[in-house]
């Protein structure tokens, strides 16, 4: 049943073609939950520049920011990042860290055609 609620989800609401449920994507997807530090918030005119060196930085390693979004509630920002493997995540995030602008805290993201191979690859006595 939840494979249906998933796949009329996904037909009742429709994702960019970037998306994280594109079936072409073959980097891994990371969704990036950023909270201001003090430090941020007080220097808050410059982080749409500090996003864009952030963006560049993230393209010479091999990473592409995908969206990122400005939210109200616990996180301040939401970003999708793809990055060829968790190393090069790791690295790139613990820089950014180190800037002392934000806080992190990382969800790995699988795709919908990720999530299914996932799920139809447990043993029948699992379900």
């Known amino acids: ?3 249906g609620r998933l796949r ?4 009742r609401y429709a994702l960019p073609a970037h998306s994280i449920a594109n079936k072409e ?3 891994p997807t990371y969704i ?6 003090e430090k941020g918030i007080s220097a808050i005119k410059g982080s749409p ?3 864009d060196a952030g963006r560049q930085a993230f393209k010479k390693a091999g990473m592409e920011i995908k969206e990122t979004y400005s939210t109200m509630g616990r996180y301040d920002l939401v970003c999708v990042i793809e990055a060829p493997d968790d190393e090069t995540y790791a690295k790139a995030m613990l820089s950014l860290g180190a800037q002392g602008n934000v806080s992190t805290e990382t969800l790995k993201a699988f795709s919908e055609d990720q999530f299914r ?9 699992n379900l």
């Open 117 to 125: 191979k996932i799920v139809d690859s447990l043993p029948d006595d």
């Open 49 to 51: 520049g500090r996003l």
């Open 32 to 37: 990036a939950l950023l909270k201001w530090t």
């Open 8 to 11: 009329s989800n996904r037909r």
């Open 25 to 27: 994507n073959t980097m």
């Open 1 to 3: 049943m939840q494979a």
